[in-house]
Structure formats: structure tokens, C-alpha cells
């Protein structure tokens, strides 16, 4: 893949952003600023920064409720992110849904969704009406290895495949199932061979990597348009953290983690940029601080967020005039 | 304009009246397009319109209910066919955690126009996997809308009325409904979701029902007929939203109730029916209200345990003379 200077800062820094707004997450998490459940993106960020790379801005997403860095890399703003988690009215789901649950129709961002693998058939039908109606856009689900188990998983993979739908399937392959590894739950690890067996093109490839995930996918997107048939892309990643905020991490050896940490995409992509002779160009500290602008401006959006007066309560449970 | 057709009829015109109005109304589920439907509701439909808008799907309940919903946020109106309520459990999940909530987690952002018909009840031997009737389960659920088309037109109209919902609809037909015959105006205009209809005017006692019940409500009536007591007989057409007008002004008028419910009574329809009349019209009962719903069991096999499962006409005449002292 063919990377210049501009689209290098652009991968790094948004990288860089995720991973930056995430620690303010655990720390607003500390203080109590953000509750129920957060699940943190942190060492995964190249996925989604390469994924959404080769979207086109007609191009729909679902994720999982570990979406903070999807919906970021796909153009959902910061503050209306941070607002949402701190539960005000100025959120992207009104404080309705929050961490778990970021939703943008501007950007066609459908969520975070909490049940496992529950968005596949939902990202099934997405392309199933875009197929109908002859519009020339994909859908992207993207889901951890946990989903794999799910009879969803299977079903989805059977559908979409049978009516040949424009739908990019991305595992994230992170080991762990929550506090479960693969190989404890799976008789088949590759993930992207059980892709395979329902006639889906598929890779295995590496998600650490920014410029892999960013080339797999825009070959991915460009084989959908072509072939009119869905693609899987199995990414092999890790998530740093634990899988919540609740998890003590007793299933995981701390060399485990240290080992992966040492392919980390940011320093990874840090290497591969100086082995281009292109990291010089890059200003790393001008960029953290255009970034911290950003997330302080965020959270002081979310400070000043309204909370939604409690007679709206029951609002949203079926359309309004506007709607219908 | 009226004229004689079956409910199984009723149901297809109104798919094909939709179909051929507006293009993006398709037809999905199992057996829905070369089978024609498990109970011949799409039989020639295929013919008509095509295996891209009446889709044969495989057994995989979850996923193509999802795919409906799916559809339905991507500007489509889809119409999913579940073979019977006892499979959509295994799409249980998509109905409730996605189609029931996607409009809220979202802020308002994402609303479900999706359409799910299935067939309900009992009282053909099919045992304890195919005759439930699980419609008041669905009925539990904010961001649902629940439908028991009772006449034919009903079973007509409702398909219309919900395709038009911005929100997901829940039809539940009857099984034993689908060869009744009676009349159907396909140009009356249709009676709204939510509004309960009377189907006979009485002054000495209420009879609530839905779906089938109906009928089984109206036989009873006419022999309470002859001991001289005049039900009234409410067809609820809707388990939520609940019409709790039509109920709470018959109750002031007759001042006792009996609701038929072929759910079982723990947990039921009928169970939060009775908690509305003691909330909105406790002072209006001469008398305690009272049920007559399916036995609790998983219905049996054998035909003289099954009839004696289900509620049926006797049963219900029996409570209501009990009820007016007559027994």
C-alpha cells in the first residue's frame, strides 16, 4: 500500500487519539464521571483505524460494546461520545445508551451492540436492503472471537453468503472471550477458516499492524463492490487491559501481556515509519497536544451537558410524530 | 364491497395489496416462497413477485428476523414469517434486545419498521412444542406492538396497519383460524391499532377476549343467552397496546368481568388485565373478576387432554353463570 506523509500522521494520530481517549476514560471512570460498564480499546486500535480507512462515507458500521475506537476512527465526534458516557442529552444516543451503546446516524454508525454477535444478522439485512434497492454501498460488522461461538455467527455467515450481500466481516481476534481463551472454547482457533467453509472469501491477518488491516480491508471493500459477495478479515490483536473495569485478569499471565505490548500498533507503526524515513516529519508532541485539545474539549462539552428532565423518561420506547 | 373469503385469504391479499403499493415491502421466512407458506398464507406469491421480494429463508430464525430488522433501519418494509410463535423463541433475542430497544439505545435516532407474523395456539394435537400461546409474553415487551387478528377482517387489515407502523408489530394469527370464512370489505377503513372493537352489546356481564377466544366467547354468549343473561363480548384485537377504555367503560356498565385468555394464567394477559381493572375500576365489581385460561401444563398430545387444556365455550359459561348466581 502506498503511503504518504499525510495519510501516515492521519493513521497515527487517530491511533493515538483512541488510545489517548481511552486513558481519560479510565480516569473519568475514577472519579465516577462514567459508570456502568466501559470496556477499553486499548492495543486494538489499528483495526479499527485501518478498517475504517477504506470506507467510503455512504458505508454503514455495527460494532460491539467495545466501540469507542470504531466510532471514533469512522467520524463520530469526541464530545458527543464523552457526553454520552457521562450520560447527558447532548450525547450521540442522548445518554441513553452509553459506553456500550454509541449510535450517530449522521455517520451511519448503528451501534454497539452488548449482545454477542447480535449485530451480524442485523448487518445481514442492512446489506440485504441495499442490495434490493440497487445502492452501491457496504455494510461493516465487526465482532470479537468471542462470537464465533454464537448460532448467530453461523447463521449471519450463511445468509450473507447465500445472497451474495456487500457485508465486510471483521473479527477481532483478541484470545479471550471476556476471561475465557480461544483454545478453551473453539475446536477450530483459525477463525477464518470457518468463514471459509460457508464460501466466504477470508484472511488472517495482522491487527497490530495499521498498514495491514488498512490494505486488507481496502482490497476487502474493493472484492465487495467487484465480486458482489461478502469478505471476512480474522485480525489478530490483544487488548491490553482488562476486558472491563470489573476484571482482576486472573485467567492471563502478565508476561502474556508484556509480550504483546512489544507488537503495541502505535510502536509498531512508529518503527515502520522510521524504517520509511517518514517519522522525522512526524511532530509527536504537537500532535498529543491537538489531541489533548481535543479530549479536554470533550469532557468539558460532557461537563456542561444537560441532563434530560426525568418526564422524558418513557420517550423513545416507540416513534414520535416525526417518524411516522 | 363486502364479499366471502377465508382469513388465510384475507392475510395474503392484504401482502400482495402491499407488495404491489409499495416497493419496498418483501415477504421473508421458512417455506414462505416455493412451499407456499407452512399454512399456504404466500401460496403464489412467489409467481408473482419474484424470489428477490418473497424469500425463502433456511431454519435460522435469529438471523433472518435480524435481517428484517436490518432491513427495516436501511429504509425497507420488510414483512418477516416466523412458522409459529414456539420457533420465533430462538429469535427471541433479536426481537427483544435489538428490534424492541434499537429506537431507544439510540436516542431516537434508529426506529424499526418491521413487520413479524406468526401463527399461535393450540387444538391440533401438535403437543407441547407447536400450541402455545405465547403472544402476552411478546405483549410484556415497551417498544413492541402486539396484534391477535380475530376476523377476517382483521387478519386483512392488520397486515396494512402494521406495515404502516413506524415501529416493530407483532402479528400473531391463529392456527385454526386460517380456514374460517366470513366477510371482508377491503375498502372499509381500517379500525386503528390499539382500539378494542365490541362484537356483541350486553349489559349483564364482560367477556374479554382475543384471537380465537373470541369465537369461543361469542358461542358462549348465545347460550348464556337462553338462561336469560346478556354478555357483552370485547375482542381486545391488540395486547399492547392494551385498550383499557373499552374495558374499563363495558366493566361500568355490566360491573362484572371474565377475561379468556389461552395463555396460561401465571404471568398472563388476562393477569395484567386484572391488575388494570383493579387500578382503573375496582369500585365498578359487583363481583370478583375471573379467568378462564389454559390449564398449567405444556399442552398434551392426546385430543381429550388437550381440549381439556384450552379454554372453550362451556368453560366459560360455566364462570359466568357461577358468577350471576345461576349456576
Known sequence: ?324 | MDNITTYREAVKEAIRKAMREDERVFLMGEDVGHYGGCYAVSMGLLDEFGAERIIDTPLSESAFTGAGIGAAMNGMRPIVEIMTVNFSLLALDQIMNNAATLLHMSGGQFNVPLVIRMATGGGKQLAAQHSHSLEGWFAHIPGLKVLTPATIQDAYEMVGLALADPDPVLIFENALLYNSKGSLDVHATPTPIGKALIHKVGKDITIVSYGISLFKALEASKTLAEDGIDAEVIDLRSLRPLDDETIMNSIKKTHKVIIVDEGWKSGSISAEIMARINEQAFYELDAPMERVCTAEVPIPYAKHLEDAALPNPEKIVAMAKKMMGKS
Open chain 1, 1 to 324: 500500500m502506498e503511503l504518504d506523509l499525510n495519510k501516515a500522521k492521519e493513521f497515527y494520530k487517530e491511533m493515538l487519539l483512541i488510545r489517548r481517549f481511552e486513558e481519560k476514560c479510565v480516569e473519568l471512570y475514577s472519579n465516577q464521571k462514567i459508570r456502568g460498564f466501559l470496556h477499553l480499546y486499548i492495543g486494538e486500535e489499528a483495526i479499527a483505524v485501518g478498517v475504517m480507512s477504506a470506507l467510503s462515507q455512504e458505508d454503514a458500521v455495527f460494532a460491539t460494546y467495545r466501540e469507542h475506537g470504531h466510532a471514533i476512527a469512522h467520524g463520530v465526534s469526541a464530545k458527543s461520545m464523552m457526553a454520552e458516557m457521562f450520560g447527558k442529552m447532548e450525547g450521540c444516543s442522548r445518554g441513553r445508551g452509553g459506553s456500550m451503546h454509541l449510535f450517530d446516524g449522521a455517520t451511519r454508525f448503528y451501534g454497539g451492540s452488548a449482545i454477542v454477535a447480535g449485530a451480524l444478522p442485523l448487518a445481514v439485512g442492512m446489506a440485504l436492503a441495499d442490495k434490493m434497492m440497487k445502492r452501491n454501498r457496504v455494510t461493516v460488522c465487526i465482532f470479537g472471537d468471542g462470537a464465533v461461538a454464537e448460532g448467530e455467527f453461523h447463521e449471519s455467515l450463511n445468509l450473507a453468503a447465500l445472497w451474495k450481500l456487500p457485508v465486510l466481516f471483521v473479527c477481532e481476534n483478541n484470545r479471550y472471550a471476556m476471561g475465557t481463551a480461544l483454545k478453551y472454547t473453539e475446536s477450530e482457533t483459525d477463525i477464518y477458516k470457518k468463514a471459509a467453509s460457508y464460501k466466504i472469501s477470508s484472511k488472517q491477518i495482522d491487527g497490530m499492524s495499521v498498514m495491514d488491516v488498512a490494505q486488507a480491508a481496502k482490497e476487502a471493500i474493493a472484492s465487495i463492490h467487484k465480486e458482489q459477495a461478502p469478505m471476512f478479515l480474522e485480525c489478530l490483536t490483544y487488548r491490553f487491559r482488562a476486558h472491563s473495569m470489573f476484571d482482576a485478569e486472573l485467567y492471563r499471565q502478565k508476561s502474556e501481556v508484556e509480550e504483546w505490548k512489544r507488537k503495541d500498533p502505535l510502536t509498531l507503526f512508529e518503527n515502520s515509519l522510521k524504517d520509511k524515513n517518514m517519522w522525522s516529519e512526524i511532530d509527536r508532541a504537537e500532535m498529543e497536544d491537538e489531541i489533548k485539545n481535543t479530549i479536554d474539549e470533550a469532557v468539558t462539552f460532557a461537563e456542561n451537558g444537560t441532563l434530560e428532565p426525568i418526564e422524558d423518561l418513557e420517550r423513545f420506547v416507540y416513534s414520535e410524530a416525526s417518524h411516522g
